[in-house]
Every structure is written in structure tokens, then in C-alpha cells.
């Protein structure tokens, strides 16, 4: 990331780009209102952060996503242990939607339910929120067992080399010896014994939920839709994996108001699209159209 003075301007010092690139995956801040705080054009803030994610991407995250001794295994269990006493629990798996630009190949695949584009982050968090283990990428029309299989702790554990250790995951993955799931059905539909299970198995599912609470919250670029490039974004993902980890180990206050914050700045920003769409022309023939097909309909 170190550039020479070039004739008509000096280059950006080392630690102003680690700001810039850090200011606009926290704050989720166009590259354009980035630029306008330090000084510099779009495309500078656009390859600034890009060299950020290489570098990142390329030294941190071997460090991070290193394989744990057994010594951390056994402690990760007894703490899981602790909260329910469900004994031999290593990890917590689920999925999440990061938002991004539509594709130009084969679109709809990745318009997911909640009425944007998206690739789905697959994640594997211990209990202490810290991602282990993750795939990303793919559309929403892959099952969540499909995701899994993919990985490589995934394939790890269908091997049997996990033995006697389990996941436990949600409703979406099936009931297997090394994976712990709830009981499918309506509270109805189960007895006291099974329902007390399923509790159980919730709350203890909690920590992988609250992981991409903080993860989302802490760098809030998720939270909007990825402008970047789609080839750059697993690298953004890696970066924004590697220092969440990397928070939790250095003991970083998480504050669950920032989620909140998130959240809030996520509507008023689609209250401001819908309003601009409604004053244009655009808004007001789909909808004078819409009035004709149903008083045509009316009139069949």
C-alpha cells in the first residue's frame, strides 16, 4: 500500500489509508462522502480501500482462521457446556444475507425474499461470537445443507474426523449423529420434553445470531448494498470477518445500540428511495398503469 510522491502531489501516507479504507467499511459510507472528509476523488478512495482488502485478505486472515489447538477446543466446549449443559458443542452454523448489486448474469437467483439482491455468508462461530470457519457467494436458491457440505469444516465433520464433537444449527439442517438441530413441528405438535429441548437448543444457537449482529453492526458496509465490484466483495467479506474476530480476541466493547443504528439509517434510507421514486415520472405510469389493468379487469 506504500506509494511513492509523484510530481504534482504527494502520496497518501500508510496510516491515512488504513483510516479511509476502516472509515468507509465501519461507517458504510459512500466512497464519494469518504472523499469529501479526507480530501481525496472516489477512485482514490475506491483503490485505497480495494489495496486494503488484498492486504488484509492476504496476511490477516492466515493468522486468524488458524486451525485451533486442542487445548482451545476443550475450552470452547466447556463454555458451550456451561450455558445449557449440552455437552460436546464446538461450533454454531447458520446464514445470513449480505445485500449487494444485481448481478448481470442469472439475476433473479439472487433476489432473495426479503425484496433484495444477495449472496448468502454462510458462518461457524464458537461461543464466544468468533467466526471459525465461513463460504460466501452463493445464491439464495442453495440449501443451507447444500452450503455446509461445501465447506471445509463441513466436509470435516460428514467424514467423521470430528467425532465425538457436534454442531448445532437450526431447523434448516438435518438431524445427524455430529449435529445438533430442534425438533421440527409447532409447539402443538410436540411434548414438554421435546419443546424443553428445543429451548435449549435456541438459546445456545444464540451466540451464531448475535455474531452477525456484531459483525453487521461493527462494519456496517454489510448492512447496505455492496457498490463495489462483485470479484472485490469476497475480499471486503474476508477483511470484515478478520477484524471482527480480531476485535473479540482485543477484547473490544461491541455496543448492541449500533445494530439498532444500523437498522434505523437502513429504513430512512428506503423511506428517501421510495420518496424520490414517487416524484418521478417513472412511479406515477406504473401506477396510472396499474389503475388501468384493474378497471380492465373489473369490466371482464
Known amino acids: 500500500m506504500h506509494l511513492c510522491n509523484a510530481h504534482f502531489r504527494l502520496a497518501i501516507p500508510l496510516e491515512t489509508k488504513v483510516a479511509i479504507a476502516l472509515a468507509h467499511i465501519g461507517s458504510g459510507n459512500s466512497l464519494q462522502m469518504v472523499g469529501e ?18 492486504v488484509v485478505s492476504r496476511h490477516l486472515k492466515p493468522i486468524i482462521f488458524m486451525k485451533p489447538a486442542n487445548i482451545r477446543i476443550k475450552q470452547m466446549i466447556s463454555k458451550f457446556e456451561v450455558l445449557h449443559h449440552i455437552p460436546y458443542i464446538i461450533r454454531v452454523i447458520d446464514v445470513t444475507h449480505i445485500p449487494i448489486i444485481a448481478p448481470s448474469i442469472d439475476p433473479t437467483s439472487y433476489h432473495c425474499r426479503k425484496g433484495f439482491y ?3 455468508l454462510q458462518g461457524i462461530c464458537d461461543v464466544e461470537c468468533k467466526f471459525s470457519d465461513y463460504d460466501f457467494g452463493w445464491a439464495r436458491g442453495m440449501h443451507d445443507w447444500a452450503l455446509f457440505l461445501k465447506i471445509d469444516i463441513g466436509k470435516h465433520v460428514v467424514k467423521g474426523k470430528a467425532f ?41 444457537r ?28 469476497p475480499n471486503l467479506i474476508i477483511v470484515c470477518l478478520s477484524l471482527h474476530n480480531s476485535c473479540i480476541i482485543h477484547k473490544d466493547n461491541f455496543n448492541m445500540q449500533w445494530v439498532e443504528e444500523a437498522i434505523c439509517e437502513m429504513e430512512h434510507m428506503k423511506e428517501e428511495v421510495f420518496r424520490n421514486l414517487k416524484e418521478t415520472n417513472v412511479y406515477h405510469i406504473t401506477e396510472q398503469a396499474i389503475q388501468d389493468m384493474k378497471w380492465l379487469g373489473n369490466l371482464i
Not at 39 to 47: E, P, V
Not at 180 to 194: D, Q, R, T, V, Y
Open 37 to 54: 472528509v479526507y480530501g481525496n476523488t472516489k477512485s482514490t478512495i475506491s483503490i485505497t480501500v480495494r489495496e486494503f482488502c488484498e
Open 206 to 233: 444464540m451466540a451464531i445470531e448475535k455474531a452477525f449482529d456484531m459483525l453487521k453492526g461493527r462494519w456496517k458496509i454489510l448492512f447496505k448494498r455492496v457498490d463495489p465490484p462483485l470479484s472485490h466483495v
Open 118 to 120: 444477495s449472496f448468502l
Open 164 to 204: 465425538p464433537y457436534k454442531l448445532i444449527g437450526d431447523v434448516t439442517y438435518p438431524i445427524r449423529p455430529w449435529f445438533w438441530c430442534p425438533f421440527k413441528g409447532g409447539n402443538s405438535e410436540l411434548s414438554p420434553k421435546k419443546m424443553h429441548w428445543d429451548f435449549i437448543q435456541s438459546s445456545t
